[in-house]
């Protein structure tokens, strides 16, 4: 998974998993802490 910036054209890799971990991907509310973490740093 990743994040576009299209303003900055700066693509940020968020997470990387495989389907052991995960059937899909993670839940919506793993992804929203995931990324609000990496907003506050």
């Known amino acids: ?17 495989n389907h052991q971990q995960f059937q899909k991907r993670p839940p919506d509310k793993d992804i929203r802490a995931f990324i609000k973490d990496i907003f506050e740093d």
């Open 1 to 17: 998974m990743y994040l576009v910036n299209e303003i900055e054209r700066i693509i940020k890799l968020l997470w990387i998993y």
